[in-house]
């Protein structure tokens, strides 16, 4: 039978401390706010029981940040979509930044098996002064364990109103798409990476996002797979494709260190859960 489980989340700033509320329904938990920078940036870790997503299951989530709160989300494990049958399976995030706010979402992949359906759908809103710092990854097949992409496809939409919309529609029987110069050209790993801002930074704090993130991929080993652009002036993205997902990821966190120190002045350590 099939699962919807939706959890809403909200960050509050309750004078010089981020206050994480939430609400849940189904098998979608967040386990309980860390603050191992201080009392200002709540970290928080998404966690699905299951494991993973199969035909007619969904997860519903809903992350609003109040004026001036910051706080940080990730998950411990990718996002399994297994083989469907009859229905695809479905993730759903909004994400909405209030003024001033600031915001990482910096979940593991979307891994899709062979067979599945998949539908991966990110929203976003930010107002005046709110800043967002996100990736988007997606891992074909399980190239590791002799199990390619051989069959299924995933459907992603990334917005957000008015700014940026990407839609992308990925089939296994697409051959072109897959192995093409002019698609993935054989590699099975895409991840976006982003800073967004509801006010336009200046022209040079942009230009330094840019840099920042251009010298870490001249010096990465997917340098030829790998750009930076700002599609305008509040939204400056990093693209990649690996042929497996850990260069990949590398690579993303390390341009966001980089941006998080620079442009935040804030140079913590990655969360803890990512080195377990």
Known sequence: ?????????????????????????????????????????????????????????????????????????????????????????????????????????????????PGCDAENALRLTLAEGAELIGWDVAALGLPAAGQPFTRGQLRQHLEWPGRWLERGHIDAGDARLMDGPLGLAGQRCLGTLFWLCGTPPARALREQALALARERIEASP?????????????????????PLTEPAMLLLREVRAAWRAALWQQDGPPPRIWST
């Open 1 to 113: 039978m099939p699962w919807h489980a939706s959890l809403a989340l909200d960050y509050r700033r309750e004078g010089p401390r981020t206050v994480a509320h939430f609400r849940h329904q189904g098998p979608l938990r967040l386990l309980r706010s860390l603050y191992p920078e201080g009392d200002a940036i709540c970290h928080n870790v998404l966690v699905h029981p299951p494991g993973g997503l199969v035909g007619g299951d969904t997860l519903d989530i809903r992350v609003q940040a109040g004026p001036g709160a910051r706080g940080l989300i990730t998950t411990p494990g990718a996002t399994r979509f297994y083989r469907c049958e009859a229905e695809p399976a479905r993730q759903r995030t909004e994400l909405a930044l209030e003024a001033g706010a600031r915001l990482e979402w910096l979940p593991q992949e979307a891994l899709c098996y």
């Open 222 to 242: 997917l340098r030829h797979s790998a750009g930076a652009t700002a599609l305008q002036p509040g939204v400056v993205v990093v693209r990649v494709l690996a």
